[in-house]
């Protein structure tokens, strides 16, 4: 039970990206780009999946992965919301705040949400980034990248609109 609690970084997002379509609110819509896009499709890129293609959770990770990233996209493109520099170092802090609290959830529970107490059984990109410290200064490291990354393109697209 403890392994399927929607505390992985893509059920936090589909639980953000659900609150953002429903109410529409820009705040929500500015976590739900930043948590949604790039984690879920990596997500999709590299399964840590235990059951083959014929069982329905493998294929309802499929469709969830990619519905959380078509949310972070669509309520970006439909919705008039400004992304700055400062919604993007705000939005990774409470992403960090976050990681701290599941640090404690996963050593209460003996859990393994965000992969913080190991990576995943499967061979991932993730086991590129070291061990120990390096791998939690490394995956840090990765979030903020891809925060700026999604930065950089909402500045792209923004100034040709």
């Excluded at 953000?16 to 976590?31: F, R």
């Excluded at 529970?109 to 410290?133: C, H, I, K, M, Q």
């Amino acid at each position: 039970m403890k392994e399927y609690l929607p505390l992985h970084l893509c059920g936090i997002a589909s639980l953000v990206a659900a609150a953002a379509l429903v109410t529409q609110h820009h705040n929500l819509i500015k976590v739900t780009y930043f948590i949604a896009i790039i984690p879920a499709l990596m997500a999709l890129v590299t399964p840590d999946l235990p059951h083959d293609y014929l069982h329905y959770r493998f294929w309802k990770f499929f469709f969830h992965h990619m519905a959380i990233s078509w949310a972070g996209v669509l309520l970006i493109l439909v919705h008039p919301v400004t992304i700055t520099w400062k919604t993007t170092v705000k939005v990774f802090g409470l992403l960090v705040l976050y990681t701290i609290a599941m640090g404690f959830v996963n050593q209460a529970l003996g859990a393994n949400y965000l992969y913080l107490s190991r990576t995943p059984y499967v061979e991932t990109p993730l086991d590129w980034l070291g061990d120990g410290f390096w791998y939690y200064i490394n995956l840090g490291l990765l979030a903020f990248g891809s925060f700026w990354l999604l930065y950089f393109i909402y500045r792209i697209f923004s100034k040709s609109v």
